[in-house]
């Protein structure tokens, strides 16, 4: 299998960049720290009473401090859609770089958890010293009250033990709650602890206050290994804190409201419905975005879980009402909070000469936004081909957007654009005699393919076509679409046009 | 909201507590600790709970993911029927296996975790939960209909036998079988 140099570069590049970048800032850091405790003078003495335990504690410390600044920051939604959206600051490569954010977050997480366990045990073992190598000689410098006072008193009087004891228990709970299945299974549970981070934080600022390592701030006048019993202050050291923080049924269109601002295409928001939960936010991509003729936006959300469900009962039950009533139609629809918009990755279909953007099932809101947008006006933007492969297991899911391909395609069929736009649509349930059989979807039917797609031919049928550009591949669904979607970016035979991938998760 | 699946998580917790509980462990026997007799037993103890809580149990509703190579662990786990199956037993096990952790220094933090999986278990048991091994399916292989080993009975063209129908009265110039008995005026 060959690597096609041009289309790896601009995947892989800087994304295998920032990590080795990453990681050799956290060997230097462990590294520069740990000199600093094993042979610096002002650490002299305390490092004959610790020993190693005292350097490997303080130098996994220090990578502790770095991970816990940077792995709040790519969650910070709101910084990440200023990045994305504005133009000047950032180029596409900066920006498709946004979307490995939560890969970076976890990277962080998982360093973490990691360095916390040594950071522990080199503790622990302080503990012991301090106990075992009470020192007559420098009483400022000890922990304990004397020489062989039990370890676990000192954890339990010293404020970092303390402290330190509550982290791990924090980072536990919220280290276990967020494993791959527990947030398939109940997100409520990954949520509400990983909320706990705001705890962690507040304990982690106080951690470092007590100042049990002490340093000597003497050391001109009373160099190491000196014996003169003339000892001024010892001070406290004081370590920078640093501050770091979807089954079955159709979707419906839901609440077309006025809307304040003006978002790039495609966005998603973040839903709060205070009568169905008061605590949880749910993401759903934006299908219908404001333009300057419509003020409104919409969006599709899938009946999955018990949330949606809960929610599509409040909405639909006004249309179950069997009383007529002939004055004003009194429609109680919930209340609903909106926040967002947020930027997605598939932004940048518009920012590409030809685009190819894969939907698998639910996974076609993004598109159907930039579907809608082309649809106003497709000559502003720089996108000049987009084929567009639609993946479902039922034929009802067709008919979602039935009426918006039509309608583009006839758009683009008057203005004289008809190779603007290729769909192919296909239908992995292979049972059964099916087509779309409506008249007006006949450009949907011709399309309509039974089985899955061979995603091989596709990608030399658009490389053969567009030669010497640069492809956007866009693909939100499920993982096994989106990794035969990466190899083949990375690897497809077709030199002369690249392959960019970009992937958009909804959790 | 919804129902929460509590035995999932506290397999997950278990499971990372019996490291952090061995891990102790192997500190403070490494470290010859006073006590370090604690810490031997935390080892075991932690090992034991490693290997107790691998296999995860099926989900109520819904894909369960195995863990990889969890399926002869699900074997000696189901072996032990009621004692593994039941919840309550699992709470009380982990908590009598936790409180030794307390009595010493590396063990310590051990020992809490494991006591909050055990809190965690003992809600799973009390909101009636229980453990299910998964185990590979043994379905009978997709039998092929029977009609395609016959070959056809009609000569080409062959529609489909709704269209196959003709008029009981044109039966002797029809060219056609009728698989379907046919009546005047239908």
């Known amino acids: 299998m060959s690597v096609a140099l041009k289309s790896w570069r601009a995947n892989e590049g800087p994304k295998h960049l920032i990590t080795m970048v990453w990681i050799a800032a956290n060997v230097f850091l462990f590294w520069k720290t740990f000199m600093v405790y094993f042979s610096e003078a002002q650490y002299y003495y305390l490092h004959k009473m610790l020993g190693l335990g005292l350097c490997i504690s303080r130098a996994s410390a220090s990578v502790l401090n770095f991970n816990c600044s940077l792995v709040l920051l790519p969650m910070c939604r709101s910084l990440l859609t200023f990045l994305r959206g504005s133009q000047r600051v950032t180029g596409r490569r900066v920006r498709r770089l946004l979307d490995k954010s939560k890969t970076f977050h976890v990277a962080c997480g998982v360093t973490i958890c990691i360095f916390s366990v040594v950071h522990v045990s080199a503790h622990l073992v302080n503990m012991v010293s301090f106990s075992v190598r009470y020192s007559e000689d420098f009483p400022g410098l000890n922990v304990a009250q004397y020489r062989g006072q039990d370890p676990r008193i000192l954890i339990i009087s010293t404020v970092p033990g303390v402290t330190g004891v509550l982290l791990v228990l924090v980072l536990f709970l919220m280290f276990t709650a967020s494993s791959y299945c527990i947030r398939v299974s109940s997100y409520e549970i990954f949520w509400y602890t990983h909320n706990l981070f705001i705890v962690f934080y507040v304990i982690l600022m106080v951690h470092v206050a007590g100042g049990a390592l002490k340093y000597q701030s003497n050391v001109e006048t009373h160099p190491p290994g000196c014996l003169h019993n003339n000892l001024s202050s010892w001070t406290n050291h004081k370590a920078a804190g640093e501050k770091g923080a979807e089954s079955s049924g159709a979707p419906q269109t839901v609440c077309q409201e006025e809307a304040h601002f003006q978002p790039h295409f495609p966005q998603y928001i973040l839903l709060n419905c205070p009568s169905v939960s008061s605590f949880e936010n749910h993401p759903f991509t934006l299908t219908t975005c404001p333009t300057g003729k419509n003020q409104t936006f919409g969006i599709h959300l899938r009946v999955l879980g018990d949330w949606t469900s809960r929610f599509s009962q409040l909405l639909l039950q006004q249309s179950n009402s069997s009383e007529i009533l002939p004055m004003m139609q009194q429609r109680r629809y919930p209340t609903v909070h909106v926040d967002g918009p947020f930027g997605s990755p598939s932004e940048e279909v518009f920012n590409y000469e030809v685009s190819l953007c894969v939907a698998g099932g639910i996974g076609v809101t993004p598109f159907a936004c930039v579907l809608q947008a082309l649809f106003d006006d497709w000559r502003q933007y720089k996108l000049k081909r987009l084929y567009f492969v639609w993946v479902c297991r039922d034929l009802q899911s067709f008919y979602w957007f039935a009426d918006l391909l039509c309608g583009l395609h006839e758009r683009l069929w008057r203005d004289n654009r008809p190779d603007y736009l290729n769909v192919q649509l296909y239908l992995s349930n292979t049972q059964g005699l099916q087509s779309i059989s409506e008249e007006r979807y006949r450009f949907l039917s011709s399309r309509l393919r039974i089985g899955r797609p061979k995603w091989k031919l596709i990608f030399q049928e658009i490389g053969r076509a567009n030669q010497l550009k640069r492809v956007g591949v866009f693909c939100c669904g499920p993982k096994g679409i989106s990794k035969a979607l990466h190899t083949l970016c990375n690897s497809n035979p077709h030199t002369e046009t690249a392959f960019e991938y970009n992937k958009e998760s909804f959790s | ?186």
Request: net charge positive; proline share 9%; glycine share 10%.
């Open chain 2, 1 to 186: 909201m919804g129902k929460i699946e509590w035995a999932m998580w506290a397999n997950e917790q278990s499971l990372a507590a019996g490291l952090i509980y061995a891990t102790g462990g192997i500190v403070g026997v490494a470290g010859q600790f006073r006590g370090w007799q604690f810490a031997a037993f935390g080892i075991a103890a932690g090992v034991f709970v490693c290997l107790l809580e691998y296999p995860r149990s099926k989900r109520g509703k819904g894909t369960s993911v195995e863990r990889t190579g969890q399926y002869c662990f699900t074997v000696c786990v189901n072996a032990f029927g009621p004692l593994t199956r039941n919840y309550y037993v699992r709470a009380f096990l982990h908590a009598a296996l936790c409180v030794p952790g307390g009595f010493m220094l590396a063990t310590v933090l051990g020992c809490v975790c494991l006591g909050i999986a055990s809190l965690i278990y003992l809600s799973a048991a009390i909101h009636g939960e229980h453990w299910e091994p998964i185990l590979p399916r043994t379905e009978p292989p997709k039998r092929v209909g029977d009609s395609i080993k016959e070959p056809p009975q009609n000569p080409p063209p062959r529609p489909p036998p709704e269209l196959r129908r003709k008029k009981a009265d044109k039966l002797e110039t029809a060219a056609y079988d009728n698989p379907m008995s046919v009546t005047v005026n239908e």
